[in-house]
């Protein structure tokens, strides 16, 4: 870190509190972000340069070796759960189709990924002590099996958009940080939002910006409902909010 500071001539402020796989250091109108090492985010520096500002934060500079990365501020930087659901989601249809970018290496695409999740859900599932019903875990796994095959055109998309990593800014209405990127078809860039109960955490909040999202994107309701399932089960299989986001998506097919 000290070492970054110097590089770029930072006066570092107290790190941002809500940074949970990185250390994210405001410094005047830019960020420091140091990355721990993560299979997700391997890839975030060349995400945002695809961006290129559109939507998203800059990328301002890059150094490797340190997983360090310079980024643009997103001032005042109040999160976009901060407003009503359906606001929200508005802001949320409006920028997706903006992340959508045909690209190719070195973004990793969803069929290795989700064939590494299913590699190792049933083994994750015994040592947490089937903590719930094989049935969910199968449906889980099912769509990870079957979806990445049938896929509609490949896009970058950003796999944990939730309100969270969208941020109120000055250039931008509202600019998206931390992605998280991923080779899919645009019905997986759903999946954080639908599930984020930031935005509101009961059965009916889901199942409304499900069907609100894919109706105002023109997707595929069941591939978006499935995806989202499944990739909920993979990330949070030890928590218990999202089995139960889980459950609801299956029992909405």
């Given amino acids: 870190m000290h070492e970054c500071s110097e590089r770029w001539d930072l006066e570092l402020e107290e790190p941002f509190e809500y940074a949970f796989a990185s250390l994210a250091i405001p410094a005047g109108d830019v960020v420091l972000k140091i990355q721990y090492p993560d299979r997700e985010s391997e890839h ?27 980024l643009e501020r997103a001032r005042p930087g109040t999160s976009l759960a901060r ?68 896929q509609g055109e490949l896009v970058l998309v950003h796999q944990d958009l939730h309100a969270h990593n969208v941020l109120r800014a000055e250039r931008e209405p509202w600019l998206v940080i931390d992605p998280k990127p991923l080779l899919a078809e ?50 949070g299989l030890d928590d218990p909010d999202h089995v139960e986001i889980a459950r609801w998506l299956l029992e909405a097919s």
């Fill in 83 to 150: 407003v009503g659901q359906d606001e929200a989601l508005d802001v949320v249809a409006e920028l997706l189709p903006r992340l959508w970018k045909s690209v190719g290496a070195p973004f990793r695409p969803v069929v290795d990924e989700a064939a590494w999740w299913v590699g190792s859900l049933p083994e994750q599932w015994e040592q947490a002590g089937r903590p719930f019903e094989r049935s969910l875990l199968d449906a889980a796994i099912e769509a990870l099996v079957e979806l990445p095959r049938t």
């Fill in 44 to 70: 975030e520096a060349e995400a945002l340069r695809v961006w290129d500002g559109g939507g998203a934060v800059r990328l301002l500079d890059h150094d490797p070796e340190r997983h360090a990365l310079l």
């Fill in 186 to 235: 645009r019905e997986l860039s759903l999946t954080a939002v639908v599930r984020g109960y930031e935005l509101g955490d009961s059965r009916r909040d889901v199942l409304h910006r499900l069907d609100y999202l894919t109706a105002e994107l023109g997707l595929d309701r069941d591939r978006t409902r499935r995806w989202t399932l499944g990739q909920t089960i993979a990330w």
